[in-house]
């Protein structure tokens, strides 16, 4: 099936720190999603896109929809303790109602 | 958040049984989706619906089964479990209505059911 090709696949990162990570696909799509999965729980929606070019901010959180409309990034900013799980791209492709293509995610770990 | 509930959050069977795993929505929305999480696969679909009594196979619909003759639920059932089936198991709603447009695509996740086939 389509993938989304995320990363990094994980990072290491002192609290403190600013995150950078990405989606690119080969596809076009209508929405871009960024959800975090914390230990145990189902993935919780930080962020969404729905025009290529938009910025968004969500607290320290911001994420772009790519002007190709083919990646999105979400960069995380003076990162805490907290921020630490996985990070998931969702996008959907045009003419597939609410399905959404994953990205095989990020894990972010912090370091204090 | 108490808008998706699955059931239950731990199982454990064994090859060759019949286990059913539950999803209760509460807010009516028309799409539900079933995804299984496993290490280095992220989240790939099995089944989804887009409204009650019609459903839809996914990227790995094979050895499930759903139904949805409530709006509200979507249960799946593993016909007869094998150890491959060993996963995270995810229910997700999604509104899909057209009106509201920038929210219809959003899916909204339960906690999950860890499931081991022994």
């Known amino acids: 099936g389509q993938q989304l090709n995320q990363s990094p696949q994980s990072m290491f990162i002192q609290e403190g720190e600013d995150v950078s990570m990405n989606c690119t696909s080969s596809?076009?799509?209508?929405?871009w999603l960024w959800y975090k999965q914390d230990p145990g729980e189902g993935p919780v929606l930080l962020i969404a896109?729905?025009?290529?070019?938009e910025l968004t901010s969500n607290g320290r959180l911001t994420a772009q929809f790519g002007i190709t409309r083919k990646d999105s990034f979400l960069n995380i900013s003076a990162s805490i303790p907290s921020d630490v799980g996985i990070y998931f791209c969702?996008?959907?492709?045009?003419?597939?109602?609410?399905?959404?293509?994953f990205g095989t995610g990020t894990r972010l770990q912090v370091t204090l | 958040d108490a808008g998706i509930t699955q059931s239950p959050r731990y199982k454990i069977t064994e090859t060759g049984r019949q286990v059913t795993l539950m999803c209760h929505q509460t807010w009516s929305h028309s799409y539900m989706f079933w995804y299984r999480q496993d290490l280095g696969h992220g989240l790939r679909l099995i089944y989804y619906s887009a409204a009650a009594d019609i459903t839809d196979k996914g990227e790995v619909p094979d050895g499930y089964v759903v139904s949805r003759s409530k709006t509200e639920n979507f249960p799946l059932t593993l016909e007869s479990a094998t150890r491959s089936q060993t996963s995270v198991y995810f229910c997700a709603a999604a509104s899909g209505k057209v009106g509201s447009e920038l929210a219809k695509n959003i899916q909204y996740f339960g906690a999950g059911t860890r499931l081991s086939v022994l």
């Open positions: 969702a996008g959907q492709l045009p003419g597939t109602a609410s399905k959404l293509t």
């Open positions: 896109l729905y025009k290529a070019g």
């Open positions: 596809s076009i799509f209508n929405t």
